[in-house]
């Protein structure tokens, strides 16, 4: 549990963004499968991420931490070990399924599980189109556990109907080791973060957003490279300034790369002043300094195409519109329900509490906001993203807020709340603090 008390007075202040969980994930991966020794720089701690490494652990990959950075020696492609029992995703769908198409390929059976809000998230997304590439993928009505039985895959084409990117990578995973071509036609740009990392790598893909082609390789070359902050998390700490007008906080090392950084071109929208600064060019994952100035916000009307683009702050954009004047609205979501947590359930309830006309849509939610937020008991349904929504929420609202199930934000972001205390107490952290 957290408490969060409502502030009154505009805070000043500087932090870091939490190294990106995506980008962690899928370097992870990768490294698992390269020749040699990969070194991941301030890589994210995020309990997501743990699970990720344990898993390839229990498939024979040795991962090192050493002063904030990963050493992982790869095993090379195809050539991970038989896990002694099933692997545990715990609370992470990135792990289960980009780890369904690398495990699709090897040649040995596994089963993948987690914990029960995993075992509530649909899978029947990621067997299938694996299947079509020749696996043997098969979930439990739908859900984990899935149970792989591994062999060597044709390739072929996929046309992908969920608009996801952990689907996507998960077949340009399985890609990588099969006979032949894989062509995989995604229904809306997603985050590319795979496919930022196999150009990186020099490993041949095609892509022009939509239609993705990948060619079988032999190996993958070990490699270096450090993690750019989560736009997601420093969403979090944006939220936080923009529903106390005047507040301000300076964010560094957000990752900008193009599919992540629509929340705040929303933002924008809303009210809130942000000054982009980039950082040196990066030719993969670009970053920079983001500074957002709170102001009165006004609500927004969410188009439905801009949804994919935006689903992980989805919770958050929702508690902002709790704060801003006017009506937000926002459709074409179903996704959110099969997230963690029901998020637009969740977040639904927890608004309410906390004083904002709420009415839920089965695909989405429509908030009148603005009127005075008092705080209340909240229950973030032991979903990350809804504890840090709710955590911006309370700033805004008079009184104390208590948030049930805030330890969850750890799933994505460990050490938010202190961050967050830290910030609307004027403090900054030490820059010695970040690797
Ligand atoms: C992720 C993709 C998104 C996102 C999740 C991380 C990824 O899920 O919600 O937090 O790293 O690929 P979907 O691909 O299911 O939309």
């Given amino acids: 549990m957290r408490v969060i008390t409502g502030i009154k007075q505009p805070f000043v202040g500087e932090a870091f963004a939490p190294p990106d969980k995506s980008v962690t994930h899928r370097a992870l991966l990768l490294a698992a499968e390269a020749d040699g ?58 792990t289960m399924r980009l780890l369904a198409g690398i495990l699709a390929r090897q040649l040995f059976d596994s089963i993948l599980d987690g914990d ?15 299947n079509a590439l020749g696996a043997c993928v098969s979930t439990t009505r739908g859900f984990p556990p899935v149970h792989i039985a591994g062999r060597s895959l044709r390739g072929g084409r996929v046309v992908l109907q969920t608009p996801s990117a952990q689907v996507k990578s998960a077949v340009l995973l399985a890609g990588l080791g099969a006979a032949g071509v894989t062509r995989c036609r995604v229904p809306v740009l997603s985050r590319d973060h795979t496919e930022r990392l196999f150009f990186r790598l020099g490993l041949p893909l095609k892509s022009n957003n939509l239609e993705l082609h990948v060619r079988p390789v032999d190996r993958i070359p070990a490699f270096e490279m450090r993690i750019p902050g989560d736009p997601s998390g420093a969403a979090f700490l944006a939220g936080a300034a923009a ?30 002043e942000i000054a982009w600064s980039p950082d040196a060019p990066d030719p993969w994952e670009p970053g920079g300094t983001l500074t957002v100035r709170g102001a009165d916000l006004r609500a927004v009307r969410v188009d439905p195409a ?45 608004l309410r509490r906390l004083g904002a006309g709420v009415e839920e849509h089965p695909d989405g939610f429509s908030i009148e906001g603005g009127s005075p937020l008092h705080g209340a008991d909240v229950d973030a349904a032991g979903d990350h993203r809804v504890a840090m929504a709710f955590a911006v929420a309370a700033l805004a609202a008079v009184g104390i807020t208590r948030i049930r199930g805030a330890e969850s934000a750890a799933v994505s972001y460990p050490g938010f709340f202190d961050v967050l205390d830290r910030l609307t107490a004027g403090f900054s952290p030490h820059r010695g603090e970040i690797t």
Avoid at 46 to 56: G, H, K, N, P, Y
């Fill in 306 to 350: 801009d949804v994919p683009l935006l689903i992980d702050e989805l919770p958050l954009l929702a508690a902002l519109a709790a704060v801003a004047q006017g009506e937000t609205s926002v459709r074409g979501a179903a996704e959110l329900r099969v997230k963690e947590s029901d998020r637009i359930a969740a977040m639904a309830t927890g």
């Fill in 116 to 130: 029960a809000s995993l075992r509530r998230r649909p899978m029947e997304r990621v067997a299938e189109p694996l």
């Fill in 37 to 94: 020794t990969s070194l991941i720089r301030s890589p994210s701690r995020s309990a997501d991420c743990q699970a990720t490494i344990e898993c390839l652990r229990a498939l024979g990959v040795g991962i090192r931490l050493r002063h904030g950075h990963l050493r992982i020696d790869g095993l090379g492609l195809g050539a991970l070990r038989a896990p002694a029992r099933s692997l545990y995703a715990a609370n992470s769908g990135t």
């Fill in 243 to 272: 529903v106390i007008p005047g507040a301000t906080v300076r964010i560094h090392r957000v990752g900008l790369n193009p599919t992540r950084t629509l929340f705040f071109r929303y933002l924008e929208r809303m009210g809130a």
